[in-house]
């Protein structure tokens, strides 16, 4: 099996079950502080994205790549200067911008956000920065080298610390008010992404084979080329993801400016904005974790293909990675948009965020497709395009939340709408550039087929779970139906061969299969 399918079945296995295990770390953290203590958590995380968005500087992407590329050509000195000049860079950003979050905390939570409570979770996740930057750098070493297993391990690892720390957290301080809860949610992160970042550590000394700290220094001091290279992906990589950083720090200021002039109260803002990004929106990206995976392992296995000039394997990774978006994806929209209501019940005791979901679940099928699309533009030195479209579409996405979520009519909604019209616009200026770089056949009838299962599938599992055993306790119904759809939605997979033989009998499991069939 190829190092790229090989990579990617690692992340997705662990994807699933990073996810898995944050999504019951969200659970816990709903029920324990409830939806407007979800809104003051959600309202401080774009804030450590952003800050932490421009500590690594696209720096992860930009090692992925260049080692990818040191590797095929055998040169280990450059890996080594790649590293080198990379910790040296998110170690100097660290030291600016983890005393600068502390300090902006008071300005930002009075100011912007319209709910000083914010300050406290602030507060609570701002040492995440060093961390993260560190950790990153070491993530991006490992995925250059196409050894998922290290980076794999290290998302598990942070997820069962901190959700073996959360419930304690948030119980222990809600005595005190829910702010300070949502602030002992925010810690159990830092505390979980250190020990993510020690397990690197500890993997990368264990592995690694070169030494960092001899002759660091003249590493450092001959390092200008390293540095130039690894900038002129890194910046556009940053711009990118800046981008959508700094228009996700605004969203909840835009948001909450939106619904006052709307009429609707501060608490009740933040309620609802509790309800959308901490209740809707992470069942919906939870199924990403196969297409992040994805974007994981295109980013070298596109780059090191485009060095050895073989166009026919790019477009080749390309199309595998696009059918296995879609195909995953649909499933995941058939499941989010039929069952929405009784997975929002089971989940978090209320049903009230579901109307998000089956809005947002169709167009999310975009975003599903978004992640491995814009790995392969950064794999193909086409970072500073990537750029671009994500600035239009969250241009577009900031300026349609104003528009519609400060009519009364809409309110909240309105905001909902215009995450999905950004998400939709900004995965089809991804894929209008792949297509004009290189050559890139559309099958038309495999998107057909995936339409035509998505409805079949879909329309299955709400006739069983509405008329079907009617009777049964809402969970053993939920479960059941959502177990045929699935089963409907493979079957017609094979039977329109958008799965296929040849590709399924690649992984270890399906050839031990397939060699106890032929004897």
């Avoid at 800050?51 to 280990?76: F, H, N, R, W, Y």
């Avoid at 000049?85 to 030291?95: E, F, K, R």
């Avoid at 616009?425 to 770089?437: D, E, N, Q, R, S």
């Amino acid at each position: 099996m190829s190092k790229f399918l090989q990579g990617t079945l690692i992340l997705i296995v662990a994807g699933l079950i990073t996810r898995v295990l944050g999504f019951i770390n969200r659970i816990v953290v709903a029920r324990v502080i409830g939806e407007e203590g979800v809104g003051l958590y959600m309202m401080a995380v774009p804030t450590l994205v952003l800050a932490i968005t421009i500590t690594q500087m696209g720096l992860p992407v930009a090692i992925s790549k260049l080692v990818a590329e040191a590797e095929a050509m055998g040169d280990q000195r450059k890996v080594k200067k790649i590293l080198v000049v990379s910790l040296v860079m998110t170690g100097v950003l660290s030291i600016l911008f983890f005393p600068a979050m502390v300090l902006l905390a008071p300005l930002l939570a009075t100011t912007l956000f319209t709910d000083s409570r914010t300050y406290y979770p602030l507060l609570a996740i701002s040492p995440v920065v060093p961390i993260v930057a560190i950790s990153s750098v070491l993530r991006g070493y490992f995925q250059g080298r196409q050894q998922m297993k290290p980076y794999a391990y290290s998302q598990l690892l942070e997820q069962i610390v901190r959700i073996s720390l959360i419930a304690f957290c948030t119980k222990l301080f809600l005595p005190y008010g829910i702010e300070y809860a949502a602030a002992g949610a925010m810690f159990s992160s830092v505390i979980g992404e250190l020990a993510s970042l020690l397990y690197l550590v500890y993997m990368f000394k264990r592995k690694k084979p070169i030494k960092i700290r001899s002759q660091f220094f003249h590493y450092v001091k001959s390092g200008k080329d390293t540095f130039i290279g690894l900038l002129r992906i890194a910046l556009p990589t940053t711009g990118s993801r800046l981008i959508g950083s700094i228009a996700w720090f605004l969203e909840p200021i835009v948001v909450a400016r939106s619904l006052a002039i709307a009429g609707v109260a501060t608490s009740l803002a933040t309620k609802q904005y509790g309800e959308l990004t901490g209740y809707a929106l992470p069942l919906l990206m939870l199924p990403s974790f196969i297409t992040y995976s994805l974007s994981t392992s295109l980013v070298p296995a596109i780059s090191e293909a485009a060095a050895h000039q073989q166009p026919i394997l790019i477009e080749h990774r390309v199309q595998q990675a696009m059918r296995l978006s879609l195909i995953t994806g649909g499933l995941s929209v058939v499941v989010l948009y039929v069952f929405a209501d009784p997975l929002m019940q089971l989940m978090y005791g209320t049903s009230n965020a579901a109307i998000f979901v089956k809005v947002m679940a169709p167009f999310f099928l975009f975003y599903y497709c978004q992640g491995p699309l814009q790995a392969v533009l950064q794999g193909l030195d086409l970072a500073k395009a990537a750029m671009v479209n994500s600035f239009v579409g969250s241009a577009v996405k900031t300026a349609c939340i104003f528009a519609l979520a400060t009519q009364p009519k809409l309110g909240i909604m309105g905001a909902a709408l215009a995450i999905a019209i950004g998400t939709v616009l900004v995965t089809l200026l991804h894929f209008a550039t792949i297509v004009k770089t290189i050559s890139y056949s559309i099958y038309v009838l495999e998107y057909v087929y995936t339409l035509l299962t998505m409805a079949v599938s879909g329309l299955v599992g709400h006739i069983v779970f509405r008329y079907w055993q009617y009777s049964l306790p809402i969970n053993i119904r939920t479960l059941i139906a959502i177990t045929v759809t699935t089963v409907i939605y493979i079957i017609l997979l094979i039977v329109f061969k958008l799965i296929k033989r040849e590709e399924l009998a690649r992984f270890p499991f399906v050839q031990r299969f397939l060699r106890k069939k032929r004897f």
